[in-house]
């Protein structure tokens, strides 16, 4: 089983801009596609984005398209979501997972999480 490690959370004014990473434990990331979920304090997880194992596709929920952008360097491990034109609406806890299923865009197939990294957007 694949184990996750998310950094780059912070605090950051709205309109501004944070990159998240995710680093991947093991020889077999390629193997899984990825995906970046949120869950904000009294509200449920929600799937924000995922990508296929080469990373030629993805997926968005709505209220993040144009503004994220979710990548993936399997040379280094790691999966990143580009956060820009952030909103307070966008604070949250962010969290990767892994799945080792092609359902990259199907969040009940995700098995694997990180701990997660705290996203703080002040208006």
């Known amino acids: 089983q694949v184990q996750l490690v998310e950094s780059g959370g912070g605090l950051v004014q709205e309109g501004g801009s944070l990159r998240l990473s995710c680093a991947a434990s093991?020889?077999?990331?390629?193997?899984?596609?990825m995906g970046w979920f949120r869950q904000a304090p009294g509200k449920e997880r929600e799937f924000v984005a995922g990508i296929s194992r080469s990373g030629d596709r993805t997926f968005y929920t709505n209220s993040v398209k144009g503004r994220f952008t979710i990548s993936r360097d399997n040379a280094k491990n790691t999966v990143y979501l580009q956060m820009n034109s952030l909103k307070p609406e966008d604070t949250a806890v962010y969290y990767c997972a892994a799945t080792s299923t092609s359902y990259y865009y199907i969040p009940g197939h995700f098995a694997s999480w990180g701990q997660g990294t705290q996203v703080t957007v002040s208006s």
């Open positions: 093991g020889r077999t990331f390629s193997t899984y596609c």
